[in-house]
């Protein structure tokens, strides 16, 4: 996949040559991926400063910021924001990024920060499987909930004096995928706020702010960080005032990451580029290997050239992801075939360097048939992988 054009040329300009943070510009993802979020560098410090643990900081006299208590702000924050902020929007000094306990504690915040009782809200009805507990809270506070499919932009459709649109793209499990463009334009015409959940893609992926949303939301805790080790979310926006409103939303509840949780991710986005180019390009190597088997239905993956969404997701996409899903023809077959897998952990969740895969409808939450299984695409040599998985299939069907 190329860089856009637009890749770390806009920045300050600290000289000729060179972008914010002392880039080349046009620096390429690998390299903001190492560099993102770094401090100048001090003598005798390390590069990337270790998790500071601290409940409260010293604060003589009147209470002036940055830091003051361990619910506001932490010094180790600061530095992770600064990295994701880079990677969402870069050279876009204006954009202001905050880190969250998770991917749900960042999408409460935009949701319950934006919306006031007598609001009306758009929400895809095939999004991350916790949106319609979310939903159910909106309409307890007197919000109303409109919901449509992601596909074919059908959200369009409920639109109508809403005050918050939000989009999934590609969503979680079904690989569905909009014009983010195109429904941004619709909205901001009427007034509408727009947010992406940009879990699945990775800033890598596709920059939501970029195509002109308002905000970019999304679960850390999968290929962002990619180990499975932590959990993390993230909010990415320019406007200062509706981003006031996400940070006291993030004070009142309290869902704040650790510093040592957020010294791991930053810690982990060194690799990012690295590992998303990996899993992303076994995970079309895996796709077109499903492709011939004919027990295999209803496959999808953005990245395939026939895919429903490819023709989309390649005008706003810079890279597909790694999750890859389809149907087998029964439950059982399903259950059998993850037995059978050596290679492939049956756990939740995405993005990892081990690959996982899982029966979906066993949450009961998702639309989903009985024999759908969404794949997670490590960083495993990829001839093996897809061995596995052919061997698993084979198996399987006895
Ligand atoms: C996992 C996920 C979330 C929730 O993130 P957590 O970190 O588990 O709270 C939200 N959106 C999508 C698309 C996800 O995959």
Request: hydrophobic content about 40%; overall charge negative.
């Amino acid at each position: 996949m190329n860089d856009s054009a637009a890749d770390g040329t806009n920045g300050t300009g600290q000289g000729a040559g060179l972008a914010a943070g002392g880039l080349p510009v046009g620096a390429g993802d690998g390299t903001r991926a190492v560099r993102a979020g770094l401090p100048e560098p001090v003598k005798h410090e390390p590069t990337l400063p270790g998790p500071v643990f601290a409940a409260h900081f010293h604060l003589p006299g009147d209470p002036t910021g940055p830091y003051t208590y361990g619910r506001d702000e932490n010094p180790t924050w600061t530095l992770l924001e600064s990295a994701i902020g880079e990677l969402e929007a870069p050279g876009q000094q204006d954009v202001r990024t905050l880190v969250f306990a998770s991917g749900m504690a960042a999408i409460s915040s935009v949701l319950f920060s934006q919306l006031r009782a007598g609001d009306a809200v758009v929400l895809p009805d095939d999004g991350y499987q916790a949106l319609p507990l979310a939903r159910a809270q909106l309409e307890a506070f007197g919000i109303e909930v409109r919901t449509a499919p992601t596909g074919g932009d059908a959200q369009l459709d409920v639109l109508d004096g809403a005050r918050l649109l939000w989009l999934e793209s590609p969503s979680n499990p079904g690989l569905d995928v909009c014009d983010i463009r195109r429904l941004v334009e619709a909205a901001h015409a009427q007034g509408t706020l727009v947010a992406v959940d940009n879990t699945l893609a990775t800033p890598l992926g596709q920059r939501p702010l970029e195509l002109g949303a308002d905000f970019s939301v999304a679960s850390g805790t999968k290929q962002l960080t990619g180990h499975g080790d932590v959990l993390l979310g993230y909010v990415a926006g320019r406007d200062g005032e509706a981003m006031a409103a996400v940070r006291r939303w993030r004070k009142i509840v309290g869902a704040i990451p650790g510093p040592m949780e957020a010294w791991l991710a930053h810690r982990s986005i060194a690799t990012l580029q690295l590992r998303v180019d990996r899993q992303n390009a076994s995970a079309l190597a895996l796709a077109e290997a499903l492709r011939g088997r004919p027990e295999v239905t209803g496959l999808r993956y953005p990245g395939l050239a026939d895919d429903p969404s490819h023709k989309v997701a390649s005008q706003q996409m810079r890279r597909y992801g790694c999750v890859v899903s389809f149907t087998l023809p029964t439950r059982t077959r399903a259950e059998r075939f993850l037995q059978a897998l050596r290679l492939v952990d049956d756990a939740t969740s995405f993005g990892g360097v081990r690959s996982t895969a899982e029966r979906r409808g066993r949450w009961g939450g998702d639309a989903v048939p009985e024999g759908f299984v969404r794949f997670s695409v490590g960083a495993e040599d990829p001839a093996d992988l897809v061995a596995d998985v052919l061997r698993a299939l084979d198996e399987s069907a006895g």
